[in-house]
Nanobody, 127 residues
Framework: QVQLVESGGGLVQGGGSLSLSCAASGRTFRNFAMGWFRQAPGKEREFVAAISRSGGSAYYADSVKGRFTISRDNAKNTVYLQMNSLKPEDTAVYYC????????????????????WGQGTQVTVSS
């Protein structure tokens, strides 16, 4: 089992920045690809960003590309999501996810590929 705990959410004005963290425990963090997803009220949970176990590969949703950056610190068992130039449409609950991987550079993009999830942290962007 892997336990994931997100932090860093909050209320920010449009154009502002937030940094989310996800601390993992329970199994060897460096064996997991990590992802961030978000879910707005009345909408499906959608892919935001993901990073390989090595940290060498990362992918982003088109809606956040150039504004968000995913990174990981395997020594701290933590994955981060730096969010800049936030827009009201970024308002959602943000979820951290993990998937054990044999490949150092595999980056799963589909929600169904992940087998561990955090409880989520609320991000609200005001206009």
């Amino acid at each position: 089992q892997v336990q994931l705990v997100e932090s860093g959410g909050g209320l920010v004005q449009g154009g502002g920045s937030l940094s989310l963290s996800c601390a993992a425990s329970g199994r060897t963090f460096r064996n997991f690809a990590m992802g961030w997803f978000r879910q707005a009220p009345g909408k499906e949970r959608e892919f935001v960003a993901a990073i390989s176990r090595s940290g060498g590969s990362a992918y982003y949703a088109d809606s956040v590309k150039g504004r968000f950056t995913i990174s990981r610190d395997n020594a701290k068992n933590t994955v981060y999501l730096q969010m800049n130039s936030l827009k009201p449409e970024d308002t959602a609950v943000y979820y951290c996810s993990a998937r054990d991987s044999l490949s150092a550079d595999w980056v799963p993009l589909a929600r169904g590929a992940y087998n561990y999830w955090g409880q989520g942290t609320q991000v609200t962007v005001s206009s």
